[in-house]
């Protein structure tokens, strides 16, 4: 992907803070958000999931996903490009139709969650996703706690959700999960690792955890 074109600066607008102006300029000068306009993906984040599965190869036919946090809907869109048998998208904001994609307006920390996820599927989940992130604040600590209660909570549906040798893959931040998750997911999966994507931007502190091997009996 060329990186070469002349970048666009913009003037800070009246009203406008400094921030959502760096924001904007940073939007018109990535290569991956002018090549998702022109393919017609929902998000430049669905080539973080296209790199993540051209390495490790998740993304099987067959399989039934689930995407948690799913709006706009790019990670739902690449996972029903690759194949998938059944894939059920969850976000508390709506999110405009796809094909073969079964989309659940609600919050995946209800309690009748699994069950309603699990009858929309027609069974348990070969993989779970979750690209799911708080609103920032730029503290690094706050931050990196903020993301952590999403995955955590992410984690605890996938377990109950999830097909024997099933998969979890979910956004945190650098610095991993904390290690009470981690040990617990080295527990619960036969192989647990980080990835970073060439997507992801240099400046965030944004990685994925990835495990795989969902040993189902530890739950």
């Known amino acids: 992907m060329s990186r070469n074109k002349p970048k666009t600066r913009v003037k800070t607008a009246r009203g406008r ?21 022109r393919l017609g993906y929902r998000s430049r984040a669905a080539f973080k999931l296209i790199e993540i599965d051209e390495k490790l190869d998740l993304l099987k036919p067959g399989k039934r996903i689930v995407d948690l946090g799913a709006a706009p ?103 991993g999960a904390e290690r009470d998750l981690l040990a617990r997911m080295k527990r619960d999966f036969t192989k647990v690792r980080h990835i970073k994507p060439p997507a992801s931007r240099s400046d965030s502190a944004e990685q994925y955890v990835v495990a795989e091997g969902f040993r189902a009996h530890t739950q």
């Open 17 to 37: 803070k400094n921030a959502s102006t760096r924001w904007l300029q940073r939007q018109l000068n990535d290569p991956y958000v002018s090549e998702a306009q």
């Open 73 to 175: 809907g790019g990670w739902s869109q690449i996972a029903g490009q690759r194949g998938a048998a059944k894939i059920v998208a969850l976000d508390l904001l709506e999110m405009d139709e796809l094909p073969d994609v079964t989309f659940l307006q609600m919050d995946f920390m209800d309690d009748d969650a699994p069950d309603r996820l699990r009858g929309a599927l027609g069974g348990p989940a070969d993989l779970v996703l979750s690209d799911m992130s708080p609103n920032t604040t730029g503290h690094k600590q706050t931050d990196h706690l903020k993301i952590m209660v999403l995955v955590e909570a992410a984690y605890e549906f996938a377990c109950e959700i999830l097909n024997p040798g099933g998969i979890f893959l979910a956004k945190v931040f650098q610095g």
